[in-house]
């Protein structure tokens, strides 16, 4: 079974903080996404990553970054957090046809 | 373009059957289903890669006409379990552009 995990299930950070989210996959897939999920607007693709140090937009790329210096690992940036970045953030790891297996997500708080 | 996805929300009871469909303006090769339910990650469900082709997962099944750019998602004799956001995605290029969902709830 594929396993995708997050460092953090519940996070808590104040306005301006620097936020690290990170994620890691053991099945050796190229693609890893980050999304961001919000009551109301679905799934939305913030960065993904088809290797290692490559890295593309998503459609809400304002206001993160990302990183992928070992293939099992995209981690996600926020540069200074602020109040309307509050969600659920949700890693996943793309298989050969593209299907997608999701990490448990991580519910960020910004206050 | 994001896939469409009908009805919004469906409510049923257990043993009852449903239908989700999924629409896309744009070509498609291939249509994923995924749900997720409450409090939790989505979970991929199966991919229909050739037109008409038809997949199952336990009472679950879906079929693809690659031609009308629809898939629907059968659920049959609906279990209590089946409750969750039901999500359509399609490929576009190394990304899958998901659907809004739709809400199943199964009351006994």
């Known amino acids: 079974d594929v396993k995708v995990t997050q460092s953090s299930r519940y996070l808590v950070k104040r306005t301006g903080e620097k936020v690290f989210l990170e994620c890691v996959q053991d099945m050796d897939h190229e693609n890893m996404f980050w999304y961001r999920q919000d009551p109301g607007l679905g799934l939305r693709l913030i960065y993904f990553?088809?290797?290692?140090?490559?890295?593309e937009k998503g459609d809400i790329p304002e206001g993160y970054s990302v990183s992928r210096e070992k293939k099992e690992r995209f981690s996600l940036i926020l540069e200074s957090a602020s109040t309307n970045q509050t969600s659920m953030y949700l890693c996943?790891?793309?298989?050969?046809?593209?299907?997608?297996?999701f990490g448990p997500g991580t519910r960020l708080t910004v206050t | 373009q994001q896939p469409v996805q009908s009805p919004q929300a469906v409510i049923l009871r257990e043993g009852e059957d449903a239908v989700i469909n999924c629409s896309s303006s744009?070509?498609?090769?291939?249509v994923h289903w995924y749900r997720q339910k409450h409090g939790e990650a989505p979970v991929f469900l199966m991919i229909l890669l050739k037109g008409g082709e038809q997949k199952g997962h336990d009472k679950i099944s879906a079929s693809f006409n690659e031609k009308k750019q629809q898939s629907s998602l059968y659920l049959t004799a609906s279990q209590l379990s089946y409750s969750g956001t039901y999500f359509c995605?399609?490929?576009?290029?190394?990304?899958?552009?998901f659907g809004k969902g739709t809400l199943l709830t199964v009351n006994p």
């Open positions: 744009k070509a498609l090769y291939s």
């Open positions: 990553s088809y290797d290692v140090k490559m890295k």
């Open positions: 995605g399609t490929p576009l290029g190394y990304k899958l552009t």
């Open positions: 996943a790891s793309g298989g050969a046809y593209y299907e997608q297996y």
